[in-house]
């Protein structure tokens, strides 16, 4: 049996939504869902999982407050500190927790270094999003005002080529022969 | 057993092929053709150079080209040949000499480095401003490098010969000798032989400011044409009329006396009345200052003559007269007047009270002014008539210093050999024949009597920098013999001197009988006052210049006046009544620079055109005042065409004002003159301290849990150990300091400071390290406004204004060294921290420039390179001079643009201390603890020391009930701190 | 989705569609520059150059080319700083606070709006540099491990917070706005045309990092975006605070106050939105964004300036009280100085700027005026340099030894610089409004139903 990849295309995301819900109540996979802005309310209907960024960011902020709060122990009170010990101000420099207050800033701005940037990276990588890839989007005008479902099926795609056109879908291609 | 093994290069070598010894001889078979390539030129010549070979040009020629990029720093040293014995690289020498330049004279240490003079330290005594920058002088390079003839360089040889013969052909004229007054006895004594050689020779002295008055009136007194020295410290009550003897007026070891006689601890603290016109150093210092015009000074005095017989007496006197009959015999009065009449009636009062041979002794006389203004005169007058055939100068600049400048240059032209022996080309030796350059006092022998009874010696610390001959060499050479050095070991070990010991102690007392004086005959006759309304004019000498003589220094030049707190200039200063008067004005500029309005000033002899008017309180109603010593046109490149030339006025009594078009930029580094009401100097009264010693000095306290404690047993974090080790305080008494700004000079000659120049100065820029505040006492005081429910706006902006005759406060600010630093705490590069001796560190080459720490110093004692001040001909001053680049310590950096520098409390002074002490294995002593300022401080306001130390003097003072720290409030604890000032006041 | 009340005016003006929005975000980077745009852009790169000048003068010289003196050892330089830094401010609270709190109208400006963030805040950033006496050894505020072992910084000291803090602000806020531009940037490659314009297609290839829109990315997106923006909102009020205590830690009566943060924050908060008005105002004319950005946006940014510019009176009132309460003398002579001394006349445009002209946007009609809210942006932004002027020069000029008091006075290098960077500025901004999709289309279609005129007229009917 072969398989087909079927891309339909709708013109408006509320229609989408309803289709993408009578699809899978009908049980049938939708493979991916291109649109041109975030549709409200999609996630849930294609089902998909919520996603971990937020933890990531978090633990990333841990790392980043422990790293300031280490880096500032080892310059200013130990290692540094007491090999070379600095008198600066008359500050209790053998204690951390006497210095503290003075230390309070940059370690919370090591935090937001840290959570900002690594959850951003972790995101592009996760996307595959770097400079130089090319869009996979099947059709470039999904970026504009289209929005466009893929399904993979395989044996006969009559039943759902009539679900989709009922559920509004303007267009639907197969792959390989779109009609441009 | 022996191995007979035989191991070959090759078969050839195995079966002895002759090759293998051909090759062994030459590794070449063949002859290289190298004659035929290199041998024949045109062949050579005709090559066209292959592209490999223009490789390897251009190879060599980028190598070459990225070498000579790098530039290497040209350091001009020379390595010692022959290194002599007493020189150790990096270890200071001290040399006891003399500093007398014809004005100034002290006994000083001189510091050599590598056999560079670098520094003058007192030799026990006091010196000034002017003796301590004189080791600048020494390398100033406007000095002249050879003998001149017509203004020509030319060499000793040819001088020696034609002045030698000219002398010899003088038939009838006069040979004049015009000197300053020379303290020097083998001095006299070569004049006198020179004198034996050639016939008539005359003598005259003559000093810059004249004091005939009290020479002439001692004449008739005492049969002695000498001035008295005074006991300042055994005085209970001082009298001076104008006389600013503080700070220029007669020697400077008055001023050391002075503060010596004014310690409060003893409960003896003499009471001090000025009755001036100008706002002096004395009259600042005074307990109570009278402002009088100079006209109205001999009828005061001859008033005050009038009290002590009993007669009745001038009110304003009242005070005076009270505390001068109380305490008999314990009193001097003097007065700076240049009238006979007047000087005869103080010596009359200091007769009557019985100060002679107790508070003044005229029998052991001291030697520093002996000039004679009327000698002078005859001297001019031959000159004119053609009597002189010859003139020799010797430390005067007449055609400069000269009231009657001009007249004297006219006469000048009718002499037929006019040699000056000046250092410089100045006014005089540039219309001279001839000059012949004398050495500077660092590089001469010489001896010196100031007093009697006490004599100290000369020695040269640094071989001539320039072909110049000393003075007394001249006189042997053209007297037939030389070598003055021998002449004088000679004289003095004729005298049965111990030679090696005065000269390395730097000074000798010799037992001399007291002067053959003739009684006290009272000539003195009453003075009546005189009312005019005519401006009055008073000339005085400013502490950094003094007569002018160093005007080419530009230390000198950049010290700011106490009183005005300017520098680079003179001006006429002038009450603020009467400028308004006048409609004259001072006024800030955007910038905060001082500008004012100008005047002519003009009397019936002379006029000087477009001089500033300074507003400055304290002086006297319609009079005003102006220092001579500037205006000068031959002094080099820092002291040419400075302020303006008030010699012409020396004698002049009133004068008229005019105001003309235009303004004047002044550089003056203090725009505000009070306090406005804040707790900065803390004083009190001696009544006050006697029953209170903690009098005037409250110190706020707040609560706390342990219940109320000052700032400084406050903290919020615990404490470093600060008592482990050395703790280095300074303690400053405000009591002692008489502002003279003799320890700023010391500073920037120990720590290597920048001048800046007009300009900067102007922009509140000056890199002093330590600098004097002056502070005007204002009419204006919270508890007046609380009285009269003065706004606090009205009464702040009233308190901006000085008093018209305020009292006056001095206070020595640099870094306090605080052990809570706000600039500490500042830094993001940790370029300033603090060392567990309680000093402040600055880390020149970490420092990266925010100047935030400047910003968050409330004392405002750090200074910013803001330009490249050293090797920049922007800033040309000594820092960009060969000569004047060798005066540096070599023991601190000079600073690069774009760092903040500030007192580092002589860090390297005390890091020698400490090494000296670690090598000779013994406890630093306190006694060697010592930072440049406190070390130059004539009247020991400066201690220096280890207040870890419980027996050392700065423990006692940090303990002391007068000890206060500058803004005690901040909690900032300072390792400076001061000691209140007390005023003898009822 | 969102629902939004019917009675509110549209935020989207016309009878747009998504690919309307489409048409209209790409047209200024498709279509040719107006000649507004032209004379601005010549303008501004000509004032940069002028700035470069001037610092490579005093770099070059030294920092005594400025009007500096002992006392002052800081006035223009930590001025403009300060003031840029705020100007910042509006950028990150628009995209990160009012994201947080759901304020869709933020979507039409919140690009732009950061945009002008990060330029401002590298204008901000050159100042900190180029004040240092040795600006060649800059990087030695960074802790860098070095040969000199144990040679490091001091972490005690507000300057270094700040090189934290700046560089961390300006780093994530990029990162923030580059997030949000990649569909965008997305949309406009997909517009371009490999036969007509090959290199643009290029371009924005590159800068779309690949994007297509997939369901699971815009997921993420939206989750980054949001967190993001909860980490940029401490973070913007921590810079500020951060600023404020290079002053607020200080011993300097008149920098030595604890209401500084706060005060601080909301001072740059009121200049940044006066100066994001200022560029939309200029931007949606050379750009042709009128449908987009509305008197409605407008009218909302004036209300928060009049909010923040009445805080940051209360502030300057209170300051003044404190000084009176705390019977400190050197407190109280200070404020009273800056009142009625020498500088007086700073203090004087302080106040007028910042207290009592924002306070016309009372009336509504000067509110929803485009004009008026121009020139009062404008005013807003003078009134907000004046106060910082006020704090650094006139608490500085006259501390605690009336010995050191002095005065102040700019060179033409100080004035010279402050051009500079302004011109940087527009220079960058103006570049970006060419080459950048200056509106978030992918958002702004998010409420397009909800807010777009059209819709709402057809719910009405």
């Known amino acids: ?180 | 057993m022996k191995t007979t093994k035989k191991y070959w290069k090759g078969l050839a070598q195995l079966n002895d092929d002759p090759i293998v010894e051909k090759l062994a001889q030459n590794e070449f078979v063949e002859q290289l053709p190298v004659d035929e390539f290199l041998g024949d030129q045109e062949n050579l010549s005709s090559t066209s150079s292959s592209r490999r070979d223009f490789l390897k040009f251009l190879g060599f020629s980028t190598a070459a080209a990225t070498l000579a990029a790098c530039e290497t720093p040209i350091v001009k040293s020379i390595p010692y040949l022959v290194k002599p014995d007493e020189i150790i690289p990096g270890v200071a020498n001290y040399y006891a000499s003399t500093i007398y330049d014809g004005r100034d004279y002290a006994s000083v240490l001189v510091k050599t480095r590598e056999g560079r003079p670098i520094k003058i330290e007192n030799n026990g005594t006091s010196s000034n401003s002017r003796v301590q920058a004189s080791v600048l002088s020494l390398y100033d390079s406007a000095r002249l490098r050879h003998p001149l003839k017509e203004n020509k360089e030319t060499d000793w040889n040819t001088v020696d010969k034609e002045i030698r013969e000219k002398l010899g052909n003088i038939k009838s004229g006069k040979i004049a000798f015009l000197t300053s007054t020379i303290l020097s006895p083998s001095t006299n004594k070569l004049i006198e032989e020179f004198s034996k050689n050639y016939n008539n020779v005359e003598h005259v002295m003559i000093d810059s400011t004249p004091y005939d008055g009290i020479l002439d009136a001692n004449m008739d007194s005492f049969g002695v044409r000498l001035v008295p020295t005074y006991s300042f410290d055994k005085a209970a009550v001082i009298v001076s009329f104008g006389a600013d003897f503080l700070a220029n007026w007669m020697a400077n070891e008055y001023a050391t006396d002075y503060v010596n006689g004014r310690n409060p601890k003893s409960g003896k603290m003499s009471k001090h009345y000025q009755l001036e016109t100008n706002l002096s150093l004395s009259g600042s210092n005074a307990d109570k200052r009278i402002q009088i015009k100079p006209s109205e000074q001999g009828y005061l005095i001859s008033s005050l003559y009038d009290a002590v017989q009993g007669k009745d007496f001038d009110s304003r006197l009242s005070h005076i007269v009270k505390a001068l009959k109380s305490n008999p015999k314990k009193s001097i009065i003097i007065s700076n007047s240049n009238d006979k009449n007047i000087q005869l009636l103080v010596n009359a009062i200091n007769q009557k009270l019985g100060n002679y041979n107790s508070t003044i002794s005229i029998a052991k006389p001291s030697n520093l002014k002996q000039g004679n203004s009327e000698k002078l005169n005859a001297l001019i007058s031959d000159m004119k008539n053609g009597n002189v055939s010859a003139l020799i100068t010797y430390n005067v600049n007449p055609s400069y210093s000269l009231e009657k400048a001009n007249e004297f240059n006219k006469a000048l032209q009718n002499v037929n050999l006019k040699i000056s022996t000046s250092l410089h080309n100045d006014e005089t030796a540039s219309l001279m024949d001839y000059v012949c350059p004398d050495h500077h006092n660092l590089e001469s022998w010489g001896d010196a009597n100031p007093k009697h009874g006490v004599y100290s010696l000369m020695q040269p610390t640094i071989s001539p920098l320039f072909s110049t001959r000393q003075f007394q060499e001249s006189l042997l050479v053209w007297s037939g013999k030389s070598d003055y050095q021998q002449y004088l070991q000679d004289f003095w070990m004729n005298k049965g001197i111990d030679w090696n010991k005065s000269l390395h102690d730097g000074f000798f007392d010799m037992k001399e009988d007291k002067l053959k004086l003739k009684r006290f005959v009272d000539q003195s006759k009453s003075i009546k006052s005189s009312e005019s309304n005519l401006i009055e004019l008073e000339i005085y000498e400013t502490i950094a210049l003094g007569d002018g003589f160093q005007s080419n220094n530009p230390w000198l030049q950049e010290l700011p006046d106490p009183i005005t707190r300017a520098c680079w200039d003179n001006y006429l200063t002038i009450s603020a009544t009467t400028a308004k008067e006048l409609g004259l004005s001072n006024w800030n500029v955007s910038n905060g620079a001082l500008n004012g309005s100008l005047v002519d000033i003009t009397t019936n002899e002379v006029t000087l055109k477009n001089v500033p008017v300074m507003i400055s309180p304290g002086q006297a109603r319609s009079t005003v005042g102006m220092a001579i010593g500037y205006g000068r046109t031959k002094a080099g490149k820092a002291g040419d065409n400075v302020g303006f030339n008030a010699y012409p006025f020396l004698s002049a009594k009133t004068v008229n004002i005019s105001k003309v078009e235009g303004e004047y930029e002044f550089a003056c580094i203090q725009l505000h003159h009070t306090m406005m009401g804040r707790d900065i100097v803390k004083e009190t009264t001696l009544s006050e301290y006697i029953k209170d010693p903690s009098s005037g000095n409250h110190r706020e306290t707040y609560q706390t849990y342990k219940g109320k404690l000052t700032a400084d047993k406050v903290s919020l974090y615990d404490e470093h150990d600060l008592e482990t080790g050395h703790f280095w305080n300074l303690s400053i008494d405000l009591n002692s300091c008489i502002g003279c700004g003799e320890c700023v000079i010391a500073c920037q000659a120990e720590n290597n400071l920048s001048v800046v120049g007009k300009e900067e100065i102007r922009k509140s820029r000056d890199m002093h390290w330590l600098r004097i505040d002056r502070y005007f006492s204002s009419d204006m005081t919270k508890k007046l406004s609380k009285e009269e429910k003065i706004s606090a706006i009205d009464m702040f902006s009233e308190m901006e204004v000085p008093s018209e005759n305020p009292e006056v406060v001095f206070q020595p600010v640099m870094c306090m060294h605080c052990n809570h630093a706000p600039c500490e705490n500042v830094c993001p590069v940790a370029a300033t921290t603090h060392s567990n001796e309680g000093l402040n560190q600055m880390t020149y080459n970490r420092c990266v420039g925010t100047r935030y720490c400047a910003n968050n110093c409330p004392y405002k004692v750090r200074r910013f390179n803001w330009f490249q001040y050293s090797d920049n001909d922007k800033f040309d001053f000594n820092m960009n001079d060969d000569y004047g680049k060798m005066v540096l310590n070599p023991d601190v950096v000079v600073r690069s643009r774009g760092v903040i520098e500030k007192c580092s409390m002589c860090i390297q002074k005390i890091q020698e201390l400490k090494l000296n002490a670690k090598n000779s294995g013994q406890p630093v002593k306190d006694v060697d603890a010592q930072t440049a300022c406190s070390a130059s401080c004539s009247t020991n306001a400066l201690t220096f020391g280890d207040s870890n130390n419980k027996d050392s003097k700065v423990w006692s003072l940090r303990n002391d009930d007068r000890a206060y720290d500058l803004l005690d409030h901040l909690n900032v604890r300072p390792s400076v701190f001061y000691q209140t000032k007390i005023r003898n006041k009822a | 989705m969102h629902k939004e009340s019917e009675i509110r005016d549209p935020l989207i003006l016309g009878n747009k569609t998504y690919h309307d929005i489409t048409r209209d975000i790409a047209r200024p980077v498709e279509g040719k520059a107006n000649k507004y745009w032209w004379i601005l852009f010549g303008l501004s790169v000509a004032l940069f150059l002028w700035g470069v000048g001037c610092m490579a003068y005093t770099i070059g010289t030294g920092i005594g080319v400025w009007g500096l003196n002992r006392t002052v050892n800081w006035a223009w330089d930590i001025t403009n700083f300060v003031w840029w830094i705020g100007i910042g401010h509006a950028g990150t609270l628009i995209s990160a606070v009012l994201l947080l709190f759901r304020q869709k109208w933020r979507m039409a400006i919140n690009r732009s709006a950061e945009a002008m963030t990060i330029f401002g805040v590298i204008q901000a950033g050159l100042f900190p540099l180029i004040h240092m006496g040795r600006p060649w050894l800059a990087y030695w505020v960074f802790p860098i491990p070095n040969q000199y072992g144990s040679l490091w910084q001091n972490f005690n000291s507000p300057l270094l917070w700040d090189v934290f803090a700046i560089s961390t602000y300006l780093t994530v806020s990029t990162v923030f706005w580059y997030i949000g531009l990649i569909p965008d940037f997305a949309m406009i490659r997909d517009r371009m045309s490999k036969t007509i314009s090959p290199m643009k297609k290029k371009l924005y290839t590159l800068l779309a990092f690949g994007w297509s829109g997939r369901a699971k990315h815009w997921q993420r997106f939206e989750e980054v975006s949001l967190v993001l923006a909860g980490l940029a909102t401490p973070l913007v009020f921590s810079v500020h605070s951060i600023v404020s205590m290079d002053f607020a830690t200080s011993v300097i009566p008149g920098w030595h106050t604890t209401i500084f943060p706060p005060y601080f924050v909301l001072g740059a908060l009121f200049s940044g939105f006066a100066m994001v008005e200022t560029l939309l105002i200029i931007m949606r004319k050379v750009v042709n964004m009128e449908a987009y950005i509305t008197i409605k946006h407008i009218e909302y940014m004036n209300v928060i300036i009049l909010f923040t510019g009445s805080l940051v009176g209360t502030a300057y009132i209170t300051e003044l009280f404190m000084a009176w309460y705390s019977g400190v003398e050197f407190e109280q002579y200070a404020f009273l100085n800056r009142a009625t001394g020498p500088y007086w006349w700073a203090y004087a445009s302080m106040m007028s700027c910042n207290v009592i002209i924002p306070q016309l946007y009372w009336i509504r009609k000067i509110r929803t005026s485009f004009i008026a809210t121009f020139i009062l942006s404008i005013f807003v932004n003078i009134g907000m340099w004046f106060e910082r002027f006020v704090i650094i020069v006139t608490s500085l000029h006259r501390d605690f030894l009336p010995s050191a008091w002095t005065m102040f006075s700019p060179t033409f290098v100080d004035m010279g610089i402050f051009l500079g960077t302004i011109g940087f500025f527009f220079t960058l901004f103006l570049m970006y409004s060419r080459t950048f999709p200056v509106v978030a289309q992918a958002e702004l279609k998010t409420i397009l139903k909800s807010s777009g005129s059209e819709f709402k007229t057809r719910s009405n009917e």
């Open chain 1, 1 to 180: 049996m072969s398989k087909k990849i079927l891309y339909a295309i709708f013109d408006d995301d509320e229609v989408l939504v309803k289709s993408v819900k009578e699809l899978r109540s009908k049980g049938i996979e939708i493979a991916e869902v291109y649109s041109p802005f975030p549709v409200h309310g999609l996630d849930h209907a294609l089902g998909l999982k919520e996603t971990r960024m937020a933890i990531t960011a978090f633990i990333y902020g841990c790392l980043g407050l422990a790293f300031g709060g280490l880096l500032i122990y080892y310059i200013m009170i130990s290692g540094v500190g007491k090999s070379w010990p600095m008198n600066i101000g008359g500050k209790p420099n053998w204690t951390f927790y006497q210095n503290m207050p003075a230390f309070v800033p940059i370690m919370f701005e090591c935090t937001v270094l840290f959570a900002g940037h690594l959850m951003s990276l972790t995101y592009l990588f996760r996307n595959r999003l770097y400079p130089g890839a090319t869009t996979t989007s099947p059709d470039p005008r999904t970026t504009d005002d289209k929005f466009l479902m893929e399904l993979e099926i395989e044996g006969s795609d009559v039943e759902i080529k009539k679900i989709l056109t009922a559920t509004g879908a303007s267009e639907i291609n197969e792959k390989g022969n779109e009609n441009e």
